[in-house]
Structures are given as structure tokens and as C-alpha cells.
DNA sequence: CTTCGACAAACTAATGTTTGTTAGCTTAAT
DNA sequence: ATTAAGCTAACAAACATTAGTTTGTCGAAG
């Protein structure tokens, strides 16, 4: 085929990296068990990639910049700040279902980026963070929320969707947009009565 | 000193290596940095442990025994469903406070407990969960709670609860009590008007 | 003829652990 | 009190294994 070029093997090897990532870590993963899962002897994938550091360096910049570029997006919206904090919710599961491996990898793995690396990580992630905060904090101020903390109510839902990633299975009960309503529920209106 | 005995050398390491386990990963984490930063060569350490897998398994079991003991305590009080669900909730910010490197460990690594350990590991935790979301389902029927999705409600809870390891700072703006209260009203209320 | 992508083999560094040894303490017999 | 034996916990050195990566080679495709 003419679409077995030189991107697609790469890509190939990307994705088999978040997935073992995902399962046994960056540290517990080693070049010849994804040298195994792509099909090819460790040596050859080099011919690929530039290291086993900038596999991690792919897949965290990749989903950092997949959250910013998307905050943005939502941020020009014209919505009410209830839903655009609702959107956000739905982007994270949503990412969290459709590309789970990658953004386990980014949540858990990013710490062993190597030093330039790791630095504009955080930025990024720090910066992420920030947007999100301000919409709460906008969010308050136009009496859409509770005066809750902001950083208390920021932080319990960006934890409160990671869960996502080690519970659902494309075959449960729950389809993605169920799910999705059930968090956004349980994180706006609470679970007491 | 008679209090330099056995038991402390032994104790010293564990807490040592549960700070650096939460740090730097498991397998991040090498016996010579352990051995550094108990202030001993790594050879000598294994007059005290058996292996570095024996280290994980001591620090994981530990903290999955105390989470079903108070589980177990808090399960015969005779209080209301919400205040058995905030009593847990207060108790795992409290433990990731007090604790928190331990907690971390048993949170991440636990996922390199060698086999035997591994299941018992998994089982225990299980098993928690079980109890907990039994709490919830009788708040449910009881009328106390919202008729949510109780496997959602469960894992949102759980995880809500961890960022406060990668936030809570002792010399914060928040006491460890006001955090509590902000996230058990976060959780309860929801953040919607 | 050149380039690409695969491979086997080897390299260096680091890993967890074992071994052999030794200094210092405790204990009990002399 | 002194000595002898035994135990504890430290160390240096070495072990086998595994890690990530480099090198040289070779066939196939353009």
C-alpha cells in the first residue's frame, strides 16, 4: 500500500506506546516490549523515533496542546458560564474515551519528561488550569455558582473525571453521553438531596 | 539511645521510600537512592527488608488495611447515611494529609505488587468500594441522596479526593479542616445555584 | 545507484541482589 | 573483671540481568 509510509509506522508505535505506557508505566515499559506489541526488533524502531524520551515528549505535547487549543475554542463561545464549564467537563471525558491512552499517559507519565521538556509541560498545564479557573471565577461573579473555592471546585473536577479512564469500557451499561450527563450532575448539582 | 532498635532502622526506610516512590515512580526509584537518602548503602539495607518489592508491599497493605478498618468503624456508628458518606470522605483527606506519601503509593504503584500481593491488593480495594457504594445506595433509599448513578457518584467521590495530594501544602491558605468542609460541600451541593 | 527500513550484535550504564567480611555490642562462663 | 562466643548491622565488591542506544550490514524499492 501506498499509506504504509513513513508517518504511519511512527504513529503505529506512538500508539502502542501510550497503551503499554498507560498499562505498566513509562519506567516499567521497556523498548523491547514496544518493540514486541509494533511488530519489530527495538533497534529498527529507532529508525522512527529519536528516543524513548521523546516517545513521552509526542504524546504529552500532542494532548497538552489538543486541552489548550480547545479551552480556546470554548472560551470565544457566547454561552453561559454553566456551559461552558459543562462543555470543558464533556471535553475531558469525551478525550478521556476516545484517545483514554494517551491522556493516562499525559496525566501519569509527564513526570519523567526530560528537563526542557517537563518545564514547558507544566506551563502549559499551569496555563490550562488558569482559563479554566477564570470561567469558574466568572462563573461566580454571575451568580451561575455557588461563591464556592475556586481552586477546591477546579481541582475536584478535573479529579473527578479521571476516574473515566479506569472504569468505563466501551460496552457498559452507560454510553459516552450518558456518562457524561451523570458527572455533570453529580459535579453541578451534588449528591444530597 | 535503646530506641535505635530494629524496628525504627526498618520504619526509616519505609517512610523514606514511600517519599520517594511518591516522587520519582517505583521503578524511578532506585535502591541506591533509597540508600542516600536513609543514609546507608543499598546492600546494607537488606538487614532490614527482604527485597524492594517487600518495601511496596508493606507500604500498600499498610495503608489498604487502615481504609477498611475505619471503613469497618464507620459502618457500625449509627449516624445518617450523609454524615457515614462525609465521615469518609473527611477520612481519606485527612489520611492523604497525614500520610500523604504512603497514600500516594498505594494510589499509583500499586500496580507493581508482585502476584500474590497484586491480588490481595486489588481484592481489598474491591472490597472497600463494595462498602462504600452500599453506603451510598441506602442514602439513595433512605431519601438522603439524589437518585444518582451510584457507580458514578462512588468513583467521583474517590477520585475528587486525590488532588488534594498533589495541592494540599501544610503552610497553606486552607487548614486541613476548611478543606474538608470546601470539598464535602463541593461534593454534597454541586457547584451549579 | 541511492535510499529506506529492517535486523543481529554489541556497548555502556544502571539495576536489584548476594557474598564475604568486619567492627562493635551483648551475654555468659571463667 | 576478663575473656570468649555470638549476634547485629554496616560496608565494599561483585554478580547477573536488563536497560536504552549505536553500529554495521543487507535486501528491497524507487
Redesign the pocket.
Known sequence: MLTT??TN?RQLILDEAAKLFKQKGF?G?????L?REV??????????I????EILDLICTRIAHTYISQLAEIEQTEASYADKVKALIRLHIRLMIEDGAAVSVANHDWKYLPEPQLTAFKDARKNYEKGFAALIEQGIAAGEFQPVNVSVALFTILSAVRWVELWYRPGRELSAEELEDHIITMLLTGLAK
Not at 515499559?29 to 516490549?33: F, P, V
Not at 511488530?39 to 522512527?48: F, I, L, Q
Not at 529519536?50 to 524520551?53: L, N
Open positions: 509510509r513513513k509506522r519506567g515499559t521497556s523498548m523491547r516490549d518493540a511488530g519489530m526488533e527495538a533497534a529498527s524502531m529507532y529508525n522512527h529519536k528516543s524513548k524520551d
